[in-house]
């Protein structure tokens, strides 16, 4: 089988952390693609992208501690560990250290002649090679229960050991998850693109197929062996989730109407968790609006499945919601939250009672509906569909008065859930699977503040504070997302909201994510005392937007020289379901600063 040395893959990485900018980076990648063969091309993507597999396919953790990985570096290169732990000391990044570790190895081995080399292994000429190198990684993931340790242990040394320095390095931090060269799928895509598809305009087919297939190594293996022209053909598939279709946000029910022409289907906008659910005869899976597997927090909705879809094979959307089950009246989001924690899910199933309300179909016995208009695909949810109490289709109306719909919001409101769902119902009406657009526009109820609504931000550095939360990290750079550019662009600073325990847990947290220079994907004009990789998304209720000179979030689009912030940012809540790229975008703030204009305007003028 064609491989690919992995001293390639190491030497791209080495340049990768050297550059700050989107499209150098973009370049080396698509260096990289054009000489990988195509047999090995999805573990490539997996790779760079730090782990071994989409999220969804429930692939162990690699399960090596700081620890564990000490003991290999010192078995693989012959030294002990005590030396290990004091080169971590000095150099602070396991990675350095296993290099370093590595190179004075081969030259004492290179000094003493070929006949130790010989006797030590021979590994001098052994190159590795992706393959061996993935699968190596793999086996140590999957390595469980008894004697598993030992097993890791010895794979992984056993892996160093082959290494040359600069590849030990980045093994290493693999394992550690800190590879941090900072490639989104965005930056894959246009790889992809310019690499196989002829030029960036070949983006869009690669990303289609993408939205409907989430596994960017699956993407990438097609279009390699088969042509960008197999990706037109790729449709949705039991097993492998699709990309959430996502709604843009309104406010007013008249401008709302008119954004989805006219007439609308609004539907309750329920508060729970997001359920994309797959069917094909006795096999369900549910995957999360992250597109992880949550199959197993919910057995109860697997055997609803079961019993109320009257197709064999099928993909279909529904919000789960925690329940009352006396009165069936909604709870809040947060009680269905207690279903994470995992251990005795048939106890917490019993004290946090779900049902489902289904909203849309992709899959029906092999037919792909993703292009139907909404009422079409509706109409097949409900022939498939046996309703239950706990199992039944969204609650919904049609209109095109924007008074009823005020009233079926306030309806809906009352009743336990977040707002209501316009959607468009026109001919155009499609499935627009991972792409947040007009088709679809969320009217929520309003917080108590003068910001109409709350912000999803990344965090991509912070500050220490300052007396009584000296030496901790309590402020933190919040991001905006750009996903024109797959770039982070600074909206404000939050040090407001922590209570003093999430100020304490909040230290471990960001230790995880912190790197020595600003993210290549990050555009920011601040200076924060450490940078963070842009992985934690937050919620932000703020008291209005605001200009400023000090971001760079809308960067010059409402007034040269400034751009978009928020004034008395608060922190709320930590949003864990959302990926960085889900974050508010600097569209969607640029569209609130102008809405919070014109709100100003009319109050000016009455
Ligand atoms: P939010 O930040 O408001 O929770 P989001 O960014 O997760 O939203 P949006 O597209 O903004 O996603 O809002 C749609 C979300 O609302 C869906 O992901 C889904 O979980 C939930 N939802 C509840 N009821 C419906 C419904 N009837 N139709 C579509 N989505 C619904």
Known sequence: MADLEFRIVAETFDSMERITSRTQLTLLLVRLFKETPPEVIDKIVYLIQGKLGPEWKDIPELGVGEKMLIKAIALAFKVNEDKVVKLYRELGDLGRVAEKLCSEYRSKLKGAGQGLLAFMGGTEEAKLTVT?????????????????????????????????????????????????????????????????????????????????????????????????????????????????????????????????????????????????????????????????????????????????????????????????????????????????????????????????????????????????????????????????????????????????????????????SEGVMVKAVHDQSIYRAGIRGWLWVKLKKDYKSEMTDTVDLVVVGAFYGKGKRGGKLSSLLMAAYNPDTDTFRTVCKVATGFTDEELERMQDMLKEYIIPHKHPRVDSRLTPDVWLEPKIVAEILGAELTLSPMHTCCLGNVRPGVGISIRFPRFIRWRPDKAPEDATTEKELYEMYRRQLRKVEEEVKA
């Open 132 to 416: 061996r190198v993935y699968e190596s990684l793999y086996k140590i993931a999957s390595a469980q229960g008894e004697g598993s340790r030992d097993l890791k242990l010895r794979i992984l040394a056993g892996l160093l050991a082959d290494a040359k320095p600069l590849e030990a390095r980045y093994i290493v931090r693999f394992i550690e998850g800190r590879l941090r060269v900072g490639i989104g799928d965005a930056t894959v895509l246009d790889a992809l693109a310019t690499a196989f598809g002829g030029g960036v305009h070949a983006r869009e087919v690669i990303e289609r197929a993408y939205n409907l297939r989430a596994d960017l190594g699956l993407i990438a293996r097609i279009v390699v062996e088969k042509g960008i022209e197999a990706l037109r053909e790729v449709r949705p598939s039991v097993g492998t989730p699709i990309r959430p279709m996502l709604a843009e946000r309104g406010r007013d029910p008249a401008e709302i109407l008119r954004k989805v022409g006219g007439r609308a289907l609004v539907e309750y906008k329920y508060d729970g968790e997001r359920g994309q659910i797959h069917k094909k005869g006795d096999t369900v899976y549910i995957f999360s609006r992250r597109l992880e597997n949550i199959t197993s927090m919910y057995p109860d909705v697997v055997e609803m499945v079961k019993k109320h879809v009257k197709a064999d094979e099928a993909i279909i959307e529904g919000e789960i919601v925690a329940i009352d089950p006396e009165t069936l009246e909604l709870r809040p989001f947060q009680e269905l939250m207690q279903r994470k924690r995992k251990y005795d899910i048939h106890k917490i199933m019993k004290e946090v009672p779900v049902a489902v309300f289904l909203f849309d179909i992709v899959l029906r016995d092999g037919q792909d509906l993703t292009m139907k208009p909404l009422l079409e695909r509706r109409k097949n949810l409900e022939e498939i569909i046996e309703k239950s109490d706990t199992f039944t289709l969204a609650t919904s109306m049609i209109t095109s008065d924007p008074d009823e719909l005020w009233n079926f919001f306030l309806k809906a409101i009352e009743e336990g």
